[in-house]
């Protein structure tokens, strides 16, 4: 990933969790944190928020 941004926790909220890791929202925002667990590919990581980004960019 070329990117990084850090972010501050206290600003989202747990919304759940999965074999992948841990989510949380965003309190005020439309954004969505993915916490993967220890080990997870980073790709994977990476080419489901591309892919996500695409679903996102045709329904504009």
Known sequence: M???QHIN????TYSGEGGQGV???HKSEKRL???FN???DATFA???FQA???R???RD
Do not use: I, V
């Not at 926790?9 to 989202?12: E, R």
């Open 46 to 48: 990476f080419k489901e």
């Open 23 to 25: 989510a949380y929202t």
């Open 33 to 35: 944190a993915k916490l």
């Open 52 to 54: 996500h980004n695409r």
């Open 38 to 40: 220890p080990g997870f």
């Open 56 to 58: 996102r960019t045709r």
């Open 9 to 12: 926790l206290s600003d989202y």
């Open 2 to 4: 070329e990117k990084y």
